[in-house]
């Protein structure tokens, strides 16, 4: 059966004792939740009983879908594309591990007559403990209300080389919104802002590092490896048990580069995108 929540934190409170068995694999959702975004669509598939998969989706993103355990994916997977048919709910897109988010693609956009289009590979990692020598180039630095501007040029930039999020708007509020957190970072070098990230999804050990952006000018001297190693060991000095990030996997250098710094892989996932027909 599916279970919907009317709000974040009421899908948090029953979902998330089964997210947080695996926190940094579920940063994501749990992130997203955590978020309280009032517009979500927040969904359980309950099978015995049992959450068998849990599934998000904020306005206008792509639905997040987690599925739990040993349970049979297409049974369940298919539970959950019934109900978006049956309500009239389209997801513009699909994010998950690959093998799910390749079947509710083939189940849902089959039915909802929607070419399907991979838009991205990503794979995740986590870090415990920083692996990173003093020879490491440029100084961090927690960014402050001078640097907005400049923060929200380089999350903009970022995005639209990543087909992540072209949206100025967005990346301007992101900036300010970071900055007033604390949690906007840049590093230095020589007097001059050589790269710039942001700490997101905030769960109750750790927290993820996003928007990681070098300008190319400055590329190819270790700036982005200096940054979210440093980065990194900030947020463990905070307090945070571990960090996570996503990389693209069609950038094999960001997925060597985080690796030599004490990253581990967790798993991959991939972004569909659903185009009606």
Known sequence: MIRKYDNANDMLAAVGPALEKAE?????????????????????????GTIALAAVMTPGQRIVIRRFGNYRAPEVMQMLTDYLL???????????????????SLLYAGRYAA?????????????????????????LSVADDVYAGLLADRLYAMGKEAN??????????????AIADGRAFLLMDGGKIVSSA??????????????VYTP??????????SLVAKMSGYLLEQG?????????????????????????????FEAYDFIKE
């Not at 992540?164 to 300010?176: F, S």
């Not at 942001?198 to 928007?211: E, F, H, L």
């Not at 190319?216 to 490896?225: C, D, I, N």
């Open 216 to 225: 190319p000018e400055y590329r190819k001297r270790g700036y982005a490896t």
């Open 86 to 104: 049956e309500n009239d709910i389209a997801p513009p897109g699909v994010l998950a591990v690959q093998e799910d988010a390749a079947l509710f």
């Open 164 to 177: 992540v999020n072209d949206n100025r708007a967005n990346a301007v509020a992101g900036a300010e919104k």
């Open 24 to 48: 940094a694999e579920n940063n994501l959702m749990l992130g997203i939740l955590l978020g309280n975004n009032p517009s979500g669509l927040y969904l359980s598939v309950i099978n015995n």
């Open 115 to 139: 070419a399907v289009n991979s838009a991205m590979k990503m794979r995740s990692f986590k870090l415990d403990t920083v692996q990173f020598g003093a020879d490491l180039p440029g100084t």
């Open 198 to 211: 942001v700490s997101i999804r905030y769960t109750k050990n750790g927290a993820a590092v996003g928007g």
């Open 240 to 268: 945070r048990s571990f960090c996570t990030l996503y990389t693209d996997l069609a950038n094999p250098t960001s997925n060597s580069i985080y690796a030599r710094i004490g990253y581990e892989r967790l798993e991959d």
